[in-house]
């Protein structure tokens, strides 16, 4: 098992590119996880450093789909060639990682009142640009927090316009319906309303711009579809 100060060094290359170790297991069996994977480090954004980060690179601006999702693939390819590790991420498929699970695992990711995953640090905030699994089983600190859910009184239960979380499922055509009429321009230009609801991570809001890039994202994708 290598040593306890490999996490601290993950987490130091990692924030050198604006992101950060959100989580962390070792797999079992049924994790899914690729065959000789010791260690999976979760890897989120780094507060608005990621922003930041994507911003300046070259995806950002040269006009080709899926910028986001390339720059990861890019920097998170880049720190698994420099720590010795396999690169992984939640998108790319079919077949997809199971990152849901992952994130149970690694991060104490719960079912939300409303259906979407929250995390005792991030709420529902919470998002994974990619993982790093590494062959040894590397000692991990020990993960505090427990769901956030049980003592709240949950306010994104009422936080939807258009309660497209009601019974705890998603209506994605009210949603989409929604956010791409005038009435939806809170909702379209600053981010879900659900997830600025819920207390747990409040204060961890993407920046505004990365909320408006992500909703509109979604509705390309849900308008592609059909939703």
């Given at each position: 098992?290598?040593?306890?100060?490999?996490?601290?060094?993950?987490?130091?290359?990692?924030?050198?590119?604006?992101?950060?170790v959100?989580?962390?297991?070792?797999?079992?069996?049924?994790?899914?996880?690729?065959e000789?994977?010791?260690t999976?480090?979760?890897?989120?954004?780094?507060?608005?450093?990621?922003?930041?980060?994507?911003?300046?690179?070259?995806?950002?601006?040269?006009?080709?789909?899926?910028?986001?999702?390339?720059?990861?693939?890019?920097?998170?390819?880049?720190?698994?060639?420099?720590?010795?590790?396999v690169?992984?991420?939640?998108f790319?498929?079919?077949?997809?990682?199971?990152?849901?699970?992952?994130?149970?695992?690694?991060?104490?990711?719960?079912?939300?009142?409303?259906?979407?995953?929250?995390?005792?640090?991030?709420?529902?905030?919470?998002?994974?640009?990619?993982?790093?699994?590494?062959?040894?089983?590397?000692?991990?600190?020990?993960?505090?927090?427990?769901?956030?859910?049980?003592?709240c009184?949950?306010?994104?239960?009422?936080?939807?316009?258009?309660?497209?979380?009601?019974?705890?499922?998603?209506?994605?055509?009210?949603?989409?319906?929604?956010?791409?009429?005038?009435?939806?321009?809170?909702?379209?230009?600053?981010?879900?309303?659900?997830?600025?609801?819920?207390p747990?991570?409040?204060?961890?809001a993407?920046?505004?711009?990365?909320?408006?890039?992500?909703?509109?994202?979604?509705?390309?994708?849900?308008?592609?579809?059909?939703?």
């Amino acid at each position: 098992m290598r040593g306890g100060g490999m996490i601290g060094v993950v987490g130091d290359r990692a924030a050198a590119v604006g992101l950060a170790v959100v989580g962390a297991f070792h797999p079992r069996a049924g994790d899914g996880a690729p065959e000789g994977v010791g260690t999976i480090c979760l890897l989120g954004a780094r507060r608005g450093l990621m922003w930041r980060a994507f911003s300046g690179g070259k995806e950002a601006s040269d006009g080709r789909p899926d910028p986001l999702d390339r720059w990861s693939r890019r920097v998170i390819g880049g720190l698994a060639a420099e720590l010795g590790a396999v690169a992984l991420y939640p998108f790319g498929g079919p077949p997809y990682q199971p990152f849901q699970r992952w994130a149970a695992r690694g991060e104490g990711a719960v079912a939300s009142p409303v259906a979407m995953q929250v995390t005792p640090g991030r709420g529902l905030w919470a998002s994974w640009r990619g993982a790093l699994g590494f062959g040894e089983r590397i000692v991990l600190p020990r993960r505090e927090g427990a769901s956030p859910c049980p003592a709240c009184p949950a306010p994104c239960r009422t936080a939807c316009p258009v309660d497209a979380f009601a019974g705890g499922t998603y209506d994605v055509p009210r949603c989409v319906a929604h956010i791409t009429s005038p009435a939806g321009a809170a909702c379209r230009e600053g981010g879900c309303l659900v997830r600025h609801a819920c207390p747990a991570g409040r204060d961890l809001a993407p920046p505004a711009e990365q909320r408006r890039f992500h909703m509109e994202a979604f509705i390309r994708a849900r308008l592609a579809a059909g939703a």
